[in-house]
């Protein structure tokens, strides 16, 4: 099964990306998590967006695209997977359709700008392996150690509460339009994000089953 998740930043993709990897044995693919391998593994696109990067300007589409592109050929792969954090904007998608990859279904969590704030102000990422946790709703076993690598947890940057307003804003410029580019397609299902995860879990797999 080939899906994508929508949601504002702080809306929770990751977390129902990881159930939905775990229950369907499908790959969870973080267009983040991507360039930083691609950037270890010294790949021509990782050297693409090496360029961009180090000059602190944004990796264009072409790029992501591509790189997007060779992860999805992998062999893991094959029975689909779940697609974290792109297509961001409308020629992203597009650019996803021409690569005549058909998607099953785009799972969109929703989730309220003010909640949003709230949960980032939480939020901690491993500075290693990129997975995330929160200091009341994703306890790590261990304070201020991820789990799965031992890494040490950071609060990032654009998590800082004077950054939050801006990530928002810039969400629902550019991501929000491809809830209805998905809708018009037939493929888009709305979560109604909850205060629990293990609720929004429920929602989930309830749209990815309707």
Same mark, same amino acid.
């Given at each position: 099964?080939?899906?994508?998740?929508?949601?504002?930043?702080?809306?929770?993709?990751?977390?129902?990306?990881?159930?939905?990897?775990?229950?369907?044995?499908?790959?969870?693919?973080?267009?983040?998590?991507?360039?930083?391998?691609?950037?270890?593994?010294?790949?021509?696109?990782?050297?693409?967006?090496?360029?961009?990067?180090?000059?602190?300007?944004?990796?264009?589409?072409?790029?992501?695209?591509?790189?997007?592109?060779?992860?999805?050929?992998?062999?893991? !792969?094959?029975?689909?997977?779940?697609?974290?954090?792109?297509?961001?904007?409308?020629?992203?998608?597009?650019?996803?359709?021409?690569?005549?990859?058909?998607?099953?279904?785009?799972?969109?969590?929703?989730?309220?700008?003010?909640?949003?704030?709230?949960?980032?102000?939480?939020?901690?990422?491993?500075?290693? !392996?990129?997975?995330?946790?929160?200091?009341?709703?994703?306890?790590?076993?261990?304070?201020?150690?991820?789990?799965?690598?031992?890494?040490?947890?950071?609060?990032?940057?654009?998590?800082?509460?004077?950054?939050?307003?801006?990530?928002?804003?810039?969400?629902?410029?550019?991501?929000?339009?491809?809830?209805?580019?998905?809708?018009?397609?037939?493929?888009?299902?709305?979560?109604?994000?909850?205060?629990?995860?293990?609720?929004?879990?429920?929602?989930?797999?309830?749209?990815?089953?309707?």
């Amino acid at each position: 099964m080939k899906i994508i998740l929508l949601g504002a930043p702080g809306a929770g993709k990751g977390t129902q990306a990881e159930k939905i990897s775990e229950a369907l044995n499908i790959p969870q693919i973080s267009t983040g998590n991507i360039i930083r391998e691609a950037l270890k593994s010294g790949s021509e696109v990782g050297l693409k967006a090496k360029e961009f990067i180090e000059s602190g300007r944004l990796v264009p589409d072409e790029v992501v695209i591509d790189i997007i592109k060779d992860r999805i050929a992998k062999d893991d !792969c094959a029975n689909g997977f779940i697609l974290d954090g792109f297509p961001r904007t409308i020629a992203q998608a597009e650019a996803l359709d021409s690569m005549g990859i058909s998607i099953d279904r785009v799972l969109d969590i929703n989730v309220a700008d003010e909640v949003i704030a709230s949960r980032l102000s939480g939020r901690r990422v491993c500075e290693a !392996c990129g997975s995330s946790y929160h200091i009341e709703f994703k306890k790590p076993a261990v304070d201020g150690v991820c789990d799965k690598c031992g890494g040490t947890l950071i609060q990032r940057k654009d998590d800082h509460p004077d950054t939050v307003a801006d990530r928002l804003k810039v969400y629902h410029e550019q991501t929000e339009p491809l809830k209805e580019y998905y809708k018009n397609k037939g493929k888009l299902r709305v979560v109604e994000g909850q205060d629990s995860v293990e609720q929004t879990t429920y929602l989930t797999f309830c749209a990815l089953e309707d």
